[in-house]
């Protein structure tokens, strides 16, 4: 059986039916814009309707997906492999939308389980790297709704009454938001996002005018809307309930401080490492590192040492053995939900 190794990997953006992608080909040296807004970061997921389009492809030519179902120890570990399986539970994305992300939604596992026959939904978190003055996500209705006023604004294609419809929320960069499945969402336009989700690309759309896509063709995750609207949360989101799903560390002063609420936790894990000329330790496990500022040092028990600098983002495989981070650098570390986290209640 191979060992997995640690990987620097390569820009991994695709064309999409949104335009952006500039600050990520800036930050990664990657292709940019203009319509890739998104970049996979070790990726085993993909792109929905097709078979390949997303995956992280390895150096000897391999898919990262085909290698963790052929070595999952080594992958993930033993304790997550007795849980999860051979999935690594996450996909991490970056966002970088030149137009607004338009209305939509994510099933959630049990509609999931119950509609489409896998056992995620899309559950996500949004962590803020940039945002321009007054930058705003809507996030879940702002009153409740009934289904027969969300299905006839959609037939109607009606914009402006599903973006009103929306809390509005200012965000700053060094903020995580956790975005529960079924809540209706929005990004405004020039924020630069981290994400973490499920390993899905599960979207129903509820408007798409100006955007590159036919909604009423490809906007239900070919269930139909009278169906695809069921996985939809038409209760209220109070501005406390929002609240609740942010977590800032703009003034946190800390080396390492969660970027994530406790919600967060059945679904994966979110951290912001300032080593400060420190050593961050960690025990073995599947991490995605990106670097965000600075340089330093990724040490590991097993397989090496590797410099990190800003722009850089790295797998660290189980098999790696312990590791640390070190150096004048910021890192963002994306992992696995715990082999001991709580059960999803969705």
């Keep these: 059986m191979l060992v997995a190794q ?4 390569a ?15 800036k930050l990664r040296n990657g292709p940019g814009g203009p319509m890739r807004p998104e970049e996979w970061l070790g990726s085993t997921t993909t792109r929905f309707g097709s078979t390949t389009q997303g995956l992280t492809i390895l150096e000897d030519g391999t898919t990262l997906k085909e290698s963790v179902l052929t070595n999952p120890e080594s992958w993930l570990g033993n304790a997550h492999v007795n849980r999860y399986g051979a999935s690594v539970e996450l996909l991490v994305k970056l966002l970088d939308p030149a137009q607004r992300l338009p209305v939509h939604f994510h099933p959630s596992r049990n509609f999931a389980k119950q509609h489409l026959g896998v056992p995620h939904g899309k559950t ?26 969300v299905k006839k604004m959609v037939a109607a294609e009606d914009t402006t009454g599903l ?29 630069f996002i981290l994400e973490l989700q499920e390993p899905t690309d599960f979207s129903i ?11 009423k063709i490809d906007g239900h995750l070919n269930l139909g809307f009278d169906l695809a609207l069921q996985a939809l949360q038409l209760d209220a989101l109070s501005k406390g309930e929002v609240e609740k799903l942010v977590v800032s560390t703009q003034q946190d002063s800390s080396l390492m401080a969660s970027m994530l609420p406790v919600q967060a936790e059945p679904y994966f894990r979110s951290h912001v490492l300032k080593p400060r000329g420190a050593s961050l330790e960690f025990a073995p496990g599947f991490s995605i590192l990106l670097a965000i500022l600075g ?10 040492n590797f410099e990190i600098s800003k722009g850089d983002a790295f ?15 910021e890192v963002l570390l994306s992992r696995p ?10």
């Design 6 to 9: 640690p990987i620097k990997l």
């Design 11 to 25: 820009a991994n953006q695709f064309d999409h039916f949104y335009k952006g992608g500039q600050k990520i080909g």
């Design 124 to 149: 996500e978190a949004w962590i803020v790297l940039e945002a321009p003055q007054d930058a705003w996500v809507g996030m879940g209705f702002e009153s409740k709704m009934s289904l027969d006023v």
């Design 163 to 191: 973006i009103d419809s929306l809390n509005k929320r200012t965000v700053k960069a060094g903020e995580g938001i956790f975005v529960p499945a079924g809540i209706p969402h929005a990004i405004m336009e020039g924020i």
């Design 205 to 215: 759309l509820l408007e798409w005018e100006g955007f590159a896509v036919d909604g």
């Design 295 to 304: 340089k330093g040092l990724i040490q590991t028990e097993k397989q090496g």
């Design 315 to 329: 797998i660290i495989p189980n098999s790696a053995g312990a590791w640390s981070v070190s150096g004048q650098i």
């Design 337 to 346: 939900p715990a082999p001991d986290a709580p059960m999803s209640s969705l």
